[in-house]
DNA sequence: TTACATCTTTAGAGCAACTCTCAAATTTTA
DNA sequence: TAAAATTTGAGAGTTGCTCTAAAGATGTAA
């Protein structure tokens, strides 16, 4: 059983954010104790791992809100819930090839300006002459 | 040379994007027309391209201002341009590795339901019974 | 060459998803 | 027992878009 800064802690999301994912109803099944204070069970751990997966990959709340809704809802919903996990997942892989694409720009970035500090070179490419002698891949 | 909406096709950003990020002083380089349009040029492109790189690894604008400012300085800022585009590097690569995270866990989920259907079971872990019959990874 | 659609501009409103501050009520620790 | 830390909800503030509006420019077609 956890509190919510443990919580916090473990999954590496802040508070606030926890908090805020709570009033937006994504943990409608985390308990609170007689003083109103939230208790998260190792359970509920799962679905704030599920919940910060979605997000991660970009899945607005109002998405999120309804998987949890379908999740509440019962067998009746496993194969919407199912496409949702496909779709999520052809998005992520998307945002990985994406981010292949970005990595190759940032590797040629650094060469450039390692080969640059190396060789002691000026840079040939200032944008405000608008003179292209070295450019980007 | 291009107009924005030429641009924004090409680069696949929005026009609304892009004049956000003009106003934002990310392109001082680019040239307008007599009738006040933005024309931008084939070098321009490549700006817009480490941008779009920058923002897509999660740098923030005020961040990639300080870029874009530190290019138009010239040679005196090389080494701490070369630091940014390490940072940048890192990060990149550190959310390469968050993405493979939660792809492991989109796969488990996407066999779970798959079982799920194919054998036509019931989702034993309803999250409002608080009872775990099955996890997630 | 006039009419209409399409595109451009800026200013500014609206929005999503946090992020932070506050004040009051517990807990925990020293 | 007192100080420090943590919890709560309400609500303000921030970032980075995203969209709308209004005015002007441009391109196409009869």
């Given at each position: 059983m956890y509190t919510i800064k443990e919580v916090a802690d473990k999954m590496d999301i802040s508070e606030h954010t926890l908090r805020f994912w709570a009033k937006s109803?994504?943990?409608?099944f985390v308990k609170r104790n007689e003083n109103n204070i939230r208790i998260f069970s190792e359970n509920d751990l799962e679905w704030v791992k599920i919940v910060k997966c979605l997000r991660a990959v970009g899945t607005e709340n109002k998405a999120i809100k309804r998987y949890i809704d379908l999740c509440i809802l019962g067998d009746s919903t496993i194969k919407e819930r199912y496409g949702i996990i496909q779709n999520t997942k052809k998005k992520a892989l998307e945002q990985m090839e994406e981010l292949k694409q970005q990595l190759a720009l940032l590797d040629y970035k650094e060469n450039f300006y390692q080969n640059l500090i190396k060789n002691n070179l000026?840079?040939?490419?200032?944008p405000m002459n608008n003179i292209r002698e070295e450019a980007a891949v």
């Open positions: 109803g994504f943990f409608p000026k840079d040939t490419w200032n």
